[in-house]
């Protein structure tokens, strides 16, 4: 595997500022490769330190940094842990003025949302978002080097700065933009694996290592699940990656077991990657042709790897729960759904313009929802407010999946009633954002879903329990537009009548954002941190 570890010039102790960090990040220190060795903190080392930038070092920067560090870095990986925001973001600052000054601009950013500062008068541009434009503007200036060398180094300190940058765009619902550095990077991130001799077949498959032994690993996993989550909302699969526990097989070949709640996370990623692009290449297949035999057999392979994880997953669960008591009741009633989602969409792959075939998983529908809910009250009365103080809030933006594609999908696929009004309601309590999408938007699309099926004659405790094929409508996608617009564009196409392809109907979408923030300081009421 290639390390970044020697890409980046060393600093001199005596030029760096430091800023107290607890014990557990210890082992990040500056003075170690990128690799992911396991390391034993040291009692002599007890500072993060923030390398010197061009120019004074004014107080917003010192404590954008200290928030980032503190704060945006932790809530960021959501329910699970992940190595890039832990130790990736922080081993590359030290070495290379871009994901430095990116690092402080995302800090600056989400300190500045989380103080209300950015709500006040737009044409203001003052304290933190005065920082978050220089250091940004900065950020880009210094991967002028790195792009002009263009060796596989570079690439990997552009990639980082990449990712920095899409949570940038996402804080500020700069939408487009956002969406724009996710395709640019994944296009860059295969540009590596090819160089590197580890993309398959002509170009579209990417490989993760779950023994995640490189900086590459790291990088894959964090663009891959972004790649991933726009797919849930009717983007298309840019990519197809595949996880194997070397680098000498591909496939989705499940182990008799997981070490970890991460492991069995990836493993899964892979099967809903593989499953929605399957869906996709048929989707796009010649509706009067008959479909090839190869995706009939590729959908065998991928309910028997699924059936294979679920066996994996639930004879693992006693360690798995053993070795993560915090985490173990939300994370495992959660991969359990997207398991039953996943079963659901390739179980319908093969038809994608027969809407009615959902009906027929109702059970699972009601499974999900009732899954969904419980997560929600262990997480409420876990954090009940105590002698009358305020419940934390959620976390108001994290660059992983949680709930909302779970529920944006019972929303769009679950014609029973009951269940999706209350998948909207809960929506509706999920005021914070996902990658790139939040609650809000994600509820005010379903609603309008809802209504072009049910021709507004439902009412709020759904008596409309039927929809007919006709009013149905399939392949629903969503233009992100920037938040500033306060709208998005709903593009979708009825079942119809007659069988066929359905011409492409749009509706325009108003979406009212609010000021999204990793949220206040405290502790996060999904992940404890």
Not at 137 to 142: C, E, F, G, L, T
Not at 377 to 395: N, Y
Request: charged share 20%; aromatic share 8%.
């Amino acid at each position: 595997s290639t390390h970044l570890g020697h890409s980046f010039p060393t600093r001199r102790s005596s030029d760096l500022r430091t800023a107290n960090i607890p014990p557990h990040l210890l082992c990040q220190s500056s003075s170690l490769p990128l690799t992911t060795t396991s390391c034993t903190p040291t009692p002599l080392i007890s500072t993060r330190t923030l390398p010197p930038l061009r120019g004074a070092i004014t107080q917003h920067e010192q404590r954008a940094f200290e928030y980032f560090t503190y704060r945006t870095s932790r809530k960021l990986p959501g329910m699970f842990d992940s190595p890039f925001w832990s130790t990736l973001v922080f081993q590359a600052s030290a070495r290379d003025p871009a994901v430095l000054h990116a690092l402080i601009a995302l800090g600056a950013v989400d300190l500045g949302k989380a103080t209300r500062e950015l709500a006040c008068a737009a044409e203001r541009v003052g304290g933190y978002e005065r920082v978050a434009l220089v250091q940004y503007n900065k950020a880009i200036m210094s991967l002028g080097v790195h792009f002009k060398s263009r060796d596989r180094d570079a690439m990997r300190v552009a990639l980082i700065t990449c990712m920095l940058f899409i949570c940038i765009e996402l804080l500020r619902e700069r939408f487009k933009t956002a969406n724009t550095h996710l395709s640019n990077g994944l296009k860059l991130l295969s540009e590596i694996r090819r160089g590197e001799g580890e993309e398959r077949k002509g170009g579209k498959e990417l490989l993760i290592n779950t023994e995640l032994e490189s900086v590459d690993d790291y990088l894959v996993e964090a663009f891959t699940r972004f790649n991933i989550h726009s797919s849930l909302f009717g983007q298309d699969v840019r990519f197809l990656y595949t996880i194997s526990l070397d680098h000498a097989s591909t496939g989705h070949t499940i182990p008799r077991a997981f070490a970890t709640f991460r492991i069995a996370r990836l493993f899964l990623d892979a099967l809903v990657n593989a499953i929605y692009n399957l869906a996709q290449q048929v989707a796009s297949y010649p509706l009067i042709s008959p479909l090839p035999t190869h995706f009939t057999q590729t959908k065998s392979t991928l309910d028997f790897s699924l059936n294979r994880w679920l066996q994996a997953f639930e004879s693992s669960l006693p360690t798995l729960t053993s070795h993560s008591l915090a985490i173990a009741p939300l994370v495992t009633p959660i991969l359990r759904t997207y398991h039953t989602m996943s079963t659901i969409i390739l179980a319908t792959s093969l038809h994608p313009r027969n809407e009615l075939i959902y009906d027929a998983h109702n059970a699972a529908f009601e499974s999900m929802i009732h899954l969904v809910r419980d997560v929600w009250e262990t997480i409420l009365s876990a954090h009940a407010p105590l002698r009358g103080e305020e419940p934390p809030e959620p976390p108001g933006f994290t660059a992983d999946m949680g709930f909302i594609p779970l529920l944006f999908f019972m929303v769009l696929k679950c014609r029973v009633g009951e269940i999706r009004r209350e998948a909207l309601e809960l929506l509706g309590g999920a005021p914070h954002r996902e990658g790139l999408w939040d609650g809000v938007m994600a509820g005010v699309v379903g609603r309008r879903v809802l209504e072009i099926e049910e021709g507004g004659g439902g009412n709020e405790k759904g008596t409309v329990q039927v929809v007919p094929e006709w009013a149905r409508v399939y392949d629903v996608r969503v233009v992100l537009r920037d938040g500033w617009e306060g709208k998005a564009e709903l593009r979708y196409r009825r079942c119809g009548k007659e069988r066929g392809e359905g011409e492409v109907e749009s509706a325009e979408i108003i979406v009212k954002f609010g000021s999204i923030s990793s949220g206040r300081l405290g502790k996060c009421i999904f992940t404890g941190r």
